[in-house]
């Protein structure tokens, strides 16, 4: 399943400079870990521990932040996107 | 040009430090940035004194706020009345209570006036001439009304279903105004995104961490206007949650440098029931807030579900000894009410919200009834009177012959003696 990932600029030195990046999985935590696979170093500044996302990384799965659906645990298709923005904003 | 003495940036997580820059969160771990100082420096440099003798406006403080030269924009904010309110303390049944009336400040009517007028210098120093902000009202006011007097472009993002007086205190300025169909969090989530691509300075984002430096220069005051002290508890409304612990900052920081006492300060934190992550976090003991997906309440500028600064406000409050409450949409428009009856100032609808919690925590005996206390206002009542139209009487309506007045003053004096 081919899943595109957004990612932001202050990540995309683990990219190579990709702003968008194709990944498999099942789930988002699946789909980010295939993104970690193929970008090593993108794991570390996503995850807190394995399977915690940082407290001030926030992930959208069309436009829809994951803690309101079933976290890293949702279900992803053939499709979708994921985003990954930086939580530091507004107020 | 005088001495400034703001060194960097630095991470609040990881303590990674980064040089004066637009960016608002660590590259390493995504934890806020925030500005240090070189306080040493700072101690041998500003006194009482000093601060005394400028005009009374933030930048008195100057030496206090990120900027690298002279202020440039926002030049006459701040100076907002510490009102002694002997009338509202008599309601609550408290001996000693203040008003930090923000509701006045320059030019538009909010405490977002003190954290644009450093975002936007800031901007200019960085060289930006487009600026914006994601916004639930008062912060697209101030940016629309300080880049206009700047000349700096500005977009608007704002939540479609804001309050009337508060689109059009917006577009009057000429900004461009967009409303996007969607809560604050997906406006915030998209100006992010707006940034990333297109570059702009936009305050409450990639200028964050020097916008809010601005929010200290309410405690700064607070401070100097009760002689060179602190009280003994400050109630202070939270949408982003960014506020209150600057408050906080400003206080250490004026002890850090010599011109207060260290004392025991306790921190309260004010929100709506239909939108109240920060004081769910604190009331349920949970150290990160739970976000509300879909805020409903009538004080929309405190309408933030997944507050930035919420874990980082739960913490003030824990540590200072204080607590949060949060009142609902009836309890608004009577804190609203009760505080134009008794001191004269209408406030908008977070000022009911800070009013009616501070009710409930004195109440509770979590404000002591002889200790200080001030309840900080943050926005003026004009721009959202449809919360508490319903709750006025009407106007009585006669014609213009004299005695239809003395025949209405009778009715009325009747009424009162039965």
Known sequence: MAIKINVPTPMRQHTGGKAEVAATGATVRAALDDLGRQFPGIADRLFEKPGQLRRFVNVYLNDEDIRYLENLNTAVKDGDELAIIPAVAGG | ?418
Not at chain 2, 15 to 41: I, Q, R
Not at chain 2, 170 to 186: F, L, R
Not at chain 2, 295 to 319: E, Q
């Open chain 2, 1 to 418: 040009m005088q001495a400034h003495f703001v060194r960097g940036l630095k991470c609040r997580l990881c303590g990674k430090e980064y040089p004066l820059k637009a960016l608002n969160f660590c590259t390493e771990d995504f934890g806020p940035v925030e500005v240090f100082y070189d306080y040493d420096a700072l101690k041998a440099e500003v006194s009482r004194q000093v601060f005394e003798r400028r005009p009374d406006n933030m930048w008195r403080y100057r030496e206090l706020l990120p900027l690298e030269g002279e202020p440039t924009v926002g030049l006459h904010v701040g100076g907002t009345p510490l009102v002694k309110a002997d009338r509202l303390a008599e309601v609550l049944g408290v001996e000693t209570l203040w008003i930090k009336n923000d509701a006045v400040n320059f030019p538009s009517l909010s405490f977002k006036d003190r954290v644009v007028a450093v975002a936007l210098s800031k901007a200019r120093e960085f060289g930006f001439t487009t600026v914006g902000c994601a916004s639930t009202g008062n912060l697209a006011n101030s940016v629309a009304a300080n880049a206009a007097a700047a000349g700096l472009e500005a977009y608007i993002f704002i939540p479609a279903d804001l309050e009337r007086a508060k689109v059009l205190g917006t577009s009057v300025y000429g900004a461009k105004v967009i409303g996007v169909h969607g809560t604050y969090d997906e406006v915030n989530r998209l100006c992010s995104q707006v940034v990333d691509r297109f570059g702009w300075g936009f305050v409450n984002i990639n200028l964050r961490p020097f916008y809010a430096e601005g929010s200290k220069t309410m405690g700064f005051e607070i401070a100097q206007q009760l002689g060179w002290r602190t009280p003994q508890h400050v109630v202070v409304p939270m949408a982003g949650g960014a506020l209150i612990g600057k408050i906080h900052k400003a206080f250490q920081e004026l002890a850090m440098v010599g011109l207060i006492e260290t004392r025991r300060c306790a921190f309260h934190g004010a929100q709506a029931t239909g939108c109240n992550p920060i004081s769910d976090a604190v009331k349920t003991g949970r150290e990160a807030h739970r976000p509300v997906k879909r805020p409903n309440t009538i004080a929309k500028s405190l309408a933030i579900g997944d507050p930035a600064d919420g874990y980082f406000a739960a913490k003030v409050i824990r540590d200072t000894g204080g607590w949060a409450e949060d009142v609902s949409d009836a309890e608004i428009a009577e804190g609203m009410a009760l505080l134009a009856r008794t001191e004269g100032i209408f406030a908008e609808t977070a000022g009911g919200v800070t009013l009616a919690v501070a009710r409930k925590l004195i109440e509770q005996g979590r404000l002591p009834r002889d200790e200080e206390i001030v309840l900080c206002i943050t926005g003026n009542g004009l721009k959202t009177q449809d919360a508490v139209v319903d709750c006025l009487e009407k106007p009585t309506l006669i014609g213009t012959a004299l005695q239809e007045f003395e025949a209405l003053l009778e009715k009325v004096t009747e009424a009162a003696l039965v």
